[in-house]
């Protein structure tokens, strides 16, 4: 019997790095609601209460940044005064030039990974499904009691007996909270609002360790606890380190930048080779190169979990599934306002999400 440990985590909304992703995809947002054809990468770094918003656009449409900065400080829960810098060029044309050929092409090189597993309902691993609930339940509650404040950080720690998750044998909760609020009365909120109503029953035991604000006191958070900036969770973002992690991060880049709607189709791809019952365990990893509309690897990997080979799975893959830029963004229809959605709990496991959805495979 082989047993072995693995965690994962998940961050709120006010988290510093999250505030400065969910601004990226929020001004992403709003130039493809304008222009659907914008080539976006506009990041933020955010400090105290100063927000720097850059990066480069080629877009139609009038933005607001320092506007969209603030009312999404505003939505998360922060009321401070902040002051924005702006600093966004235009896209440089030779990247340009590459990317709009005769035929749509890739915005950068990189390589990107899919992934999906049957150890849980939206084929994801089941620690970072935990942490997203968590994350999320927690979210929910301090929205609704002012004693919790919008900062926070989930972990789920799964033992696994060859490779089936068996346990989850520790639950990690750290949370801004008010100065009123005693750690002992803070412990109880958060295990009877936050982690009894979400944590998958079936695997808790009497051994089960609940880690709840184990540092103490966490009153200063946010930009005025740490520093953020946009593409520093990318882990949080996928599949909470089950499998690897390609260059670059997702918010902010529009579906012609690969590291993005790539990443998307391969996890579209793993879902659907799983889902279809090909195997039981799928990663895919593609490789893309500036300028080129398809990419120029593509490799799978079942873990074993298949009657059919590798290279067999490949063939089904190839039959079924079109790795094109322009296709990618058309079959998943990628031109729409919706990143804003992804930002939080991961891009992935959302059954709402085009690249969630699930088709017939021959």
């Avoid at 994962?8 to 609601?33: N, Q």
């Avoid at 750290?174 to 979400?198: G, R």
């Amino acid at each position: 019997m082989m047993k072995y440990y693995f965690t994962s985590e998940s961050v709120t909304s006010g988290h510093p790095d999250k505030i400065c992703d969910w601004i990226a995809d929020h001004i992403l947002d709003e130039a493809i609601r304008q222009d659907p054809f914008s080539k976006m990468a506009v990041e933020a770094t955010i400090k105290d209460n100063f927000i720097l918003v850059y990066g480069e656009a080629n877009t139609k449409a009038t933005i607001d940044y320092a506007k969209i900065a603030k009312d999404v400080l505003k939505e998360i829960g922060y009321e401070e005064d902040y002051e924005v810098l702006v600093k966004v060029n235009k896209q440089s044309q030779e990247i340009s030039n590459a990317v709009d050929g005769s035929e749509l092409s890739a915005g950068d090189q990189g390589i990107m990974f899919g992934y999906a597993s049957d150890e849980s309902k939206g084929y994801m691993p089941v620690a970072i499904d935990m942490a997203h609930m968590l994350a999320k339940r927690l979210e929910e509650v301090r929205r609704e009691n002012n004693l919790l404040k919008p900062d926070g950080k989930t972990q789920v720690t799964v033992e696994y007996e060859n490779d089936v998750p068996k346990r989850i044998d520790t639950i990690v909760i750290s949370t801004q909270h008010a100065k009123e609020i005693t750690q002992e009365e803070l412990k109880q909120l958060i295990l009877t609002e936050v982690i009894k109503p979400v944590v998958r029953q079936d695997l808790i035991d009497e051994n089960t360790k609940y880690l709840i604000n184990p540092s103490g006191s966490f009153v200063l958070g946010g930009s005025f606890g740490d520093s953020g900036t946009t593409g520093r969770k990318i882990v949080v973002d996928t599949y909470g380190g089950s499998a690897p992690i390609g260059g670059g991060c997702f918010s902010s880049k529009d579906p012609t930048k690969v590291d993005r709607s790539a990443a998307y189709y391969a996890r579209y791809v793993c879902k659907n080779m799983v889902a279809n019952g090909f195997c039981k365990k799928c990663q895919i990893e593609l490789s893309y190169a500036i300028g080129c509309p398809n990419p120029i690897s593509i490799n799978i990997d079942a873990f074993g979990t298949s009657t059919y080979s590798n290279e067999e799975l490949l063939a089904i893959v190839n039959r079924n599934f079109n790795f094109s830029v322009s296709n990618i963004i058309q079959e998943l229809d990628l031109r729409k306002p919706i990143y804003s959605q992804t930002t939080n709990y991961g891009h992935f496991g959302k059954p709402y999400l085009p690249w969630e959805q699930i088709k017939p495979i021959k």
